[in-house]
């Protein structure tokens, strides 16, 4: 099956930026994803990218799509103690088909 | 406001004894999921429906049943529980404004003794 992977610890000091990064195997996913998941908490889409796109920014958040070297990454701008969560990545083509890394712990360190 | 409830949010249970796990959306939306949570192994897919009386099996369907009697609802049946189904369990929805629209439920977390 499909591949995802991401590294599973990420620290960062309050302020800096934090770039969390994430490789697939299929190259026809038509989607990528990056969710937020919060202790005792579900899943929280927190921003999609096309896979013909190269970037995509949503104020704090911007994504980066290298489709040559099927690598995504989720730049966090000025991080704040709230991000501090697990960043999970996936890929897919559509709802019954994504595919889950097995997420970052992001601890923002105040 | 846009819910998925997930019920019980936990539960203890022995091996073989039959349990339900319920959701429920109150956004109308035609596809549901349910997943798994398993440390190193990110979420997995257990089951999902693109509609009512539509389910179809996910990567990982053994020893699990659901069902989708009605839109808002896709219980998740596991009829002689194992405890190597003790896990974090979420269901989710999207609906049809594309990718964007997706929610989770808040999980259901299960031990199986």
């Known amino acids: 099956g499909e591949d995802v992977e991401q590294s599973l610890f990420l620290s960062v000091r309050e302020g800096d930026s934090s770039v969390i990064n994430c490789t697939y195997t299929?190259?026809?996913?038509?989607?990528l994803y990056w969710y937020k998941q919060e202790p005792g908490a579900g899943l929280q889409l927190l921003t999609y990218i096309f896979s013909n796109m190269d970037m995509k920014q949503d104020q704090r958040l911007t994504v980066l799509l290298n489709k040559k070297d099927k690598h995504l990454s989720l730049r966090i701008a000025d991080t704040q103690t709230g991000d501090s969560a697990i960043y999970f990545c996936?890929?897919?083509?559509?709802?019954?088909?994504?595919?889950f890394g097995t997420g970052t712990r992001l601890t923002v360190i105040p | 406001e846009a819910q998925v409830t997930q019920n019980p949010r936990y539960l203890i249970t022995v091996t073989g004894k039959k349990l339900t796990v319920t959701c429920s959306q109150n956004?109308?939306?035609?596809?549901m999921s349910w997943y798994r949570q398993d440390p190193g192994l990110g979420l997995r897919q257990i089951y999902y429906s693109m509609n009512v009386e539509v389910t179809d099996k996910g990567d990982v369907p053994e020893g699990y049943k659901v069902s989708r009697k009605e839109k808002r609802n896709f219980p998740l049946i596991l009829e002689s529980p194992s405890p190597n189904q003790t896990s974090l369990y979420f269901c989710a929805t999207m609906g049809g404004l594309g990718p964007g629209e997706q929610y989770f439920g808040p999980g259901t977390r299960l031990t199986v003794t």
């Open positions: 299929d190259s026809s996913s038509t989607y």
């Open positions: 996936a890929e897919g083509e559509g709802a019954n088909n994504l595919f």
């Open positions: 956004m109308n939306h035609e596809y």
